[in-house]
């Protein structure tokens, strides 16, 4: 096994042991930090990167959502603290090779990994100052609304119909709070989007299968990242307790699944936003 393959291993187990620790509400430690993102290039980081860097910013008690590499910090003229331990992060990378059989390219992915550090950790270097706070119900809703997915309100469950292609809630006032129903309603539009029309994932696995298992832990991870990017706190609810065996199974089985629900977790939002510029362009 290699260097990458067992720091995923690692980061896999850190998952089981989250879920563990903190139940339905795994995902609370790391979805507060919000904005992500390389201190050098500006750009915010994806999918499972979020997760892992959120994640080590909250056990060690960093307040900054800034990271870099070693070699970055210096460019930005900053060094790294005595004794600071570096976060992995992790990139699906494709090599192309010709084949001299066929005449056609073979394609062969792999994992890469890197190490970086947090503002926190380094010397020689300001802090970005946090965003300004907007209002993160009124952000919520417009997300959905410009999603144009079907909602129906009432009943007593809240589920996506793949088949009628809709989501179905039950009525705001049975949940504690608009937190609860907007992190429960960016799960079902998680589920949403992988109608065959949209990122076409498979959603036909029965409850207690192990698709149906994979299938919940993307909606989970997106419902998470959402709420991060719209300033959502994250709730668990009552009826993913009975997934928490499944998610932890899957990913005991294979330390890889949590990287591929996060992926395709990723390309679920990168689809909403998608729709969201759409409205936008529109509007102008």
């Not at 904005?35 to 750009?43: E, L, R």
């Not at 029965?206 to 997106?222: D, I, M, P």
Request: glycine letters at 8%; charged letters at 25%; one cysteine or more.
């Amino acid at each position: 096994m290699t260097k990458t393959n067992d720091k995923m291993k690692e980061a896999a187990q850190q998952i089981i042991a989250l879920m563990k620790e903190h139940g339905t509400n795994w995902a609370k430690p790391w979805t507060g930090i919000g904005g992500v993102h390389n201190a050098k290039s500006k750009k915010p980081y994806r999918g499972s990167n979020i997760f892992w860097l959120s994640l080590s910013a909250h056990a060690q008690g960093f307040e900054s959502n800034e990271w870099a590499t070693f070699k970055q910090w210096q460019e930005l003229g900053a060094s790294i603290k005595k004794g600071s331990k570096a976060t992995p992060i992790f990139f699906f990378s494709v090599l192309e090779r010709d084949n001299k059989e066929t005449g056609e390219k073979d394609k062969f992915g792999f994992w890469k990994s890197y190490s970086v550090f947090n503002a926190a950790q380094v010397e020689g270097y300001e802090t970005a100052k946090p965003a300004t706070q907007f209002d993160a119900i009124k952000a919520a809703e417009t997300y959905v609304a410009n999603s144009g997915a079907e909602i129906r309100n009432g009943g007593d469950r809240a589920y996506y119909h793949p088949i009628g292609d809709y989501i179905g809630m039950p009525p705001r006032e049975a949940f504690e709070g608009a937190t609860g129903y907007y992190s429960t309603l960016l799960h079902e539009l998680t589920h949403w989007t992988g109608h065959k029309s949209r990122c076409d994932r498979d959603l036909t696995g029965g409850f207690g299968s192990e698709n149906y298992a994979k299938e919940e832990l993307v909606a989970e991870c997106g419902a998470a990242l959402l709420c991060m990017n719209l300033g959502v706190e994250k709730q668990a609810t009552p009826e993913h307790a009975k997934y928490l065996n499944n998610w932890m199974q899957a990913i005991g089985d294979d330390y890889k699944v949590i990287f591929t629900a996060m992926s395709k977790a990723q390309k679920a939002i990168d689809h909403l936003d998608s729709l969201q510029e759409s409205i936008a362009i529109a509007a102008e």
